[in-house]
């Protein structure tokens, strides 16, 4: 996708996000996460070895780390290029 129509902001979206397991080719098309099961919760998720949380890269190529206790709305916000979702704090 082209940085420039990523209209709710480079530094509002996840390019990609650690995994603990599931790991597949960076270029496989079916290496992706599904944003609703949450930080640490399902293997289809985001998650990390690490305690409370896991690392996100966004769009700004700036890393956070966000918690597993992100509210589900927010990570789902953060999941979407053009949804147009209030952020906020994170």
């Given amino acids: 996708m082209d940085l420039r129509k990523i ?3 480079t530094s509002n979206t996840i390019l ?4 603990r397991s599931g790991i597949k080719a ?3 098309p079916t290496n992706f996460r599904d944003p609703t099961e949450g930080i640490n919760r399902n293997p ?3 998650g990390s070895k690490f305690k409370g949380g896991t690392h996100v890269l966004l769009g700004d190529g700036s890393v956070r780390f966000l918690s597993e206790d992100i509210d589900p709305g ?4 953060l999941s979407t290029p053009n949804g147009g979702e209030p952020v906020g704090e994170f």
């Fill in 7 to 9: 209209k709710d902001g």
């Fill in 16 to 19: 990609a996000g650690e995994v």
């Fill in 26 to 28: 960076w270029g496989d």
């Fill in 44 to 46: 289809r998720g985001f």
């Fill in 74 to 77: 927010v990570l789902k916000a």
